[in-house]
């Protein structure tokens, strides 16, 4: 059976391109964005990492704060570790879904917060990364409202991606990308363990 789009006509197409050409001229204001990966499937670091490239791939300053990755040792920090454009900071325990509450952890995480003042702070960086920030704000590790204080006060221009699976609906209202990444079907359900390159 045809889909829609191959039934479509000429004239059709053609109205289409124009419609999205027009959004595409009139889409010109350059600022700083907020985007959040959230969801149950795999790809929310991996799609911020693949912009953290694009960036230096423009010659852009980038700075990465991992919140609860601190004992998984990733190909991501290997490789960005080596980019003088990037300050990296892996900072706090990887919490998982067992959260202890721990005198530890709290520190840890106060500790990557504060990188990550830094970086919002500084206007030279053009993106920040927060990766799992959502996981420290679901747990209470950090308050809502300072965090999105320091997001609505950092550099106009300033590019920041947050990931982890669930966010406050506050930051979602902050924010100017969300994207839910849902799970289908995933490797580690029939007993595949975590693959160097893919998941780590």
């Known amino acids: 059976m045809n889909t829609k789009s191959e039934s479509a006509t000429p004239t059709e197409i053609n109205h289409k391109k124009l419609i999205v050409d027009a959004a595409i001229r009139k889409a010109n204001d350059e600022q700083g964005i907020i985007l959040i990966n959230i969801g149950n499937g795999k790809g929310k670091s991996s799609a911020a990492f693949g ?7 423009h010659r852009m300053r ?8 601190g004992d998984i040792p990733t190909g991501e920090e ?17 919490l998982g879904t067992e959260v202890q509450g721990s005198v530890n952890e709290y520190q ?41 204080r320091a997001l609505e006060q950092r550099p106009c221009h300033q590019h920041v991606i947050i990931t982890g699976q669930a966010a406050k609906p506050e930051l ?11 799970e289908i079907k995933h490797t580690f359900k029939s007993g595949g363990c975590a693959q160097k390159g893919i998941e780590r």
Not at 51 to 56: T, Y
Not at 172 to 182: G, L, N, S
Request: glycine share 4%; aromatic share 8%; net charge negative.
């Open 51 to 57: 912009m953290i490239a694009r960036s230096l791939g």
């Open 62 to 69: 980038v700075g990465i704060v991992q919140f609860v990755k």
């Open 78 to 94: 290997t490789f960005f570790r080596q980019c003088p454009q990037v300050d990296y900071r892996v900072v706090g325990e990887n």
């Open 108 to 148: 840890a995480i106060a500790l990557a917060w504060d990188h990550a003042l830094r970086m919002l702070n500084n206007p030279n960086i053009s993106l920040v990364l927060l990766d799992e920030l959502n996981v420290a704000l679901k747990h209470n590790y950090l308050d809502t409202s300072h965090v999105i």
């Open 172 to 182: 979602i209202e902050i924010a100017d990308t969300v994207t839910d990444m849902r």
